[in-house]
């Protein structure tokens, strides 16, 4: 297997930081804005957690499928 000047296989794709950088700019504003809504107080502790954790599991399952999509055939 060969590798490139920087330790990974030539292969392989590498998601720039700024792709990065854009999600969390988004993520961020889609917060702010919420947080600006009157009714932000009357949310439940346990509520907020629920959301983030099945976003976040959302998004995990999301990506797994993307990857599998883009993934060879054999």
């Not at 296989?9 to 961020?28: C, D, E, H, Y």
């Not at 983030?52 to 993307?66: D, E, K, P, R």
């Amino acid at each position: 297997m060969s590798t490139s000047e920087k330790g990974g296989t030539t292969g392989q794709k590498r998601i720039p930081k700024s792709a990065f950088i854009f999600i969390l700019f988004i993520a961020l504003l889609g917060f702010f804005r919420v947080t600006q809504n009157p009714r932000f107080k009357s949310y439940r502790t346990i509520d907020v957690i629920q959301l983030v954790v099945s976003g976040a599991g959302f998004g995990v399952a999301l990506t797994g499928l993307i990857f599998a999509l883009q993934r060879p055939r054999r």
